[in-house]
Nanobody, 117 residues
Framework: QVHVVESGGGLVQPGGSARLSCSAS????????MGWYRQYPGEHREMVAS???????YVKEVFRNRFSIARDNSTNTVYLQMNSLKPEDTAAYFC???????????WGQGTQVTVSS
């Protein structure tokens, strides 16, 4: 039984911040890598940031000045901190745990972030 759960979405004003959380089961958290993705309606999911199982973080360049990723092993949680949010950040955000031999891995259900006045 593997469970992946995202949370932290909601309505945020332009210029505001949000922190998204993604938690996974003990069975995969320590050995799988994690990626944050976002998806506009009708489009493919776009990778935003990743966190390897050894703690190495990567944020896509276009987000690097505003977004950051962090890992908390005590709670099996990976966070996406989003600052200076813009209306174009409005999207569904998903987390995925994957490994070199389990490429598809496990997906969460997504959490919606809406940036609007």
């Amino acid at each position: 039984q593997v469970h992946v759960v995202e949370s932290g979405g909601g309505l945020v004003q332009p210029g505001g911040s949000a922190r998204l959380s993604c938690s996974a089961s003990d069975s995969i958290f320590s050995t799988y890598h994690m990626g944050w993705y976002r998806q506009y309606p009708g489009e493919h999911r776009e990778m935003v940031a990743s966190m390897r199982s050894n703690g190495r973080a990567y944020v896509k360049e276009v987000f690097r000045n505003r977004f950051s990723i962090a890992r908390d092993n005590s709670t099996n949680t990976v966070y996406l901190q989003m600052n200076s949010l813009k209306p174009e950040d409005t999207a569904a955000y998903f987390c995925n745990f994957y490994s070199d031999t389990d490429v598809h891995g496990y997906w969460g259900q997504g959490t919606q972030v809406t940036v609007s006045s």
